[in-house]
């Protein structure tokens, strides 16, 4: 579904500007600019936003990829460092007796 959008700044009124609104893949409301006139810039901005969508998700799937593995590197650095503590527990226990 299109519609208009007009601002208002210092009384003046700036407009009308084309929007669209749409549900993405997750079913999310979102909406894209599409121009002061929407018969002419339509298919380039439909097909400008295709691009910038295809990007996003290639990052997320990058960003998801990245944060797993930072998590499991803090995992293993985390059971590396309680083991270190209960070896130096353990071999104090053995120096004092």
Same mark, same amino acid.
């Given at each position: 579904?299109? #519609?208009?959008?007009?601002?208002?700044?210092?009384?003046?009124?700036?407009?009308?500007y #084309? #929007?669209?609104?749409?549900r +993405?893949?997750?079913? !999310?409301? @979102? !909406?894209? #600019?599409?121009?002061? =006139?929407? +018969?002419?810039n $339509? @298919?380039?901005?439909?097909? /400008?936003? !295709?691009?910038i969508?295809? =990007? $996003? *998700? @290639?990052? +997320?799937? =990058?960003?998801?990829? /990245?944060? *797993?593995s =930072?998590?499991?590197?803090l995992?293993?650095?985390?059971?590396? %460092?309680f083991?270190? +503590?209960i %070896? /130096?527990?353990?071999?104090l226990?053995?120096?004092? /007796?």
């Open positions: 579904m299109a #519609y208009k959008r007009f601002f208002y700044r210092n009384g003046k009124r700036f407009g009308p #084309y #929007y669209e609104s749409y +993405d893949k997750s079913g !999310k409301i @979102k !909406k894209r #600019y599409i121009g002061m =006139n929407p +018969d002419k $339509i @298919k380039e901005n439909l097909a /400008s936003n !295709k691009q969508e295809e =990007n $996003i *998700d @290639k990052k +997320d799937l =990058n960003e998801v990829t /990245s944060n *797993d =930072n998590l499991r590197t995992i293993i650095l985390i059971i590396l %460092l083991l270190t +503590d %070896l /130096s527990f353990y071999f226990l053995v120096l004092e /007796s």
